[in-house]
């Protein structure tokens, strides 16, 4: 049984991982509703910001905001508690860089199971209907037919893409925090910046590295969970390199995707540094 103190830190890093996530959704949405557009579509960024915009107005950015933010905060609470976790059963001191990179794989894959794939399916429905029809239909209408057609299964289209894409990318950035908190602490120059700075910048780069990795996979998840393709995952993989090769590592949608997570790590990174180290 883990100790009264260690269930209390994880608990924290819980409750300042889905207040990370919440402010985070407010300034990234816009820049997550074209990313979605974009690869659905596979227009031009501001194009697609245009056609949204004179649809729907600037709210148009916003649609499945409510989904949205409940994801972000779920999944950071789920992910910074996961890895909170396990972090003390791999011998970190001796191997750091090989223990966040598994900490933060396997806090990835349980962050995806449990909450994000249902949450994002929902998420990237409403942004592709918006798309399509400029309709913005409420999360609960999308989760109400997607039960009555598809059942709960309906909820989880698109898990595998999900999951191969969280674990991925939390591994990256935590390996990434880990390391660049290191070497700023280590330098005689760059030890003087304030720890919310590094924090900052750590968590941004380790953000902005895992999505250049994790590109295609996040492609082949957005036309799976949309329905833009009817096949499964196998079938979305094998029509994507079809129409555009190689060029799908380096596709627009990076456009505004590198920018999102550099905003939305380093705000979560640091507000969790920040909670945690107010919260005595």
Known sequence: MAPPQKKKKDGKAFVAGAFAGAIDTCFTMPLDTLKTQMQINKTPMMQTLR??????????????FPAFCLQASGKSAVRFFTYSLLS???????YPTASALTCGLLAGA????IWTSPSERIKVMQ????????????????LRNLLQTQGVKGLYVGV????????????????????IKKTFAESKTLSVLPSSAVSF??????GAVSVILNNPIDIIKSKVQSGASSGGTM???????????????MDRSLQVRVPRLFISQAIQFSVVDFVLSQWV
Do not use: D, W
């Open 88 to 94: 003390p059963l791999f011998p970190f001191e001796s």
């Open 201 to 206: 910048l750590a968590g941004g780069t380790g």
């Open 127 to 142: 942004q592709a209907a918006s798309a399509k029809s400029g309709a913005q239909a409420s999360s609960l209408s999308v």
């Open 51 to 64: 056609t949204t915009v004179r649809a729907n107005g600037f709210m148009g950015l916003y649609a499945g």
């Open 110 to 113: 349980t962050e995806a199971t």
């Open 235 to 249: 079938q979305v993989i094998r029509e994507t390199f079809r129409e555009r090769g190689v060029g799908v590592f």
């Open 160 to 179: 595998v893409p999900t999951a191969a894409r969280q674990s991925s990318s939390v591994a990256v950035r935590f390996m990434l925090y880990e390391r």
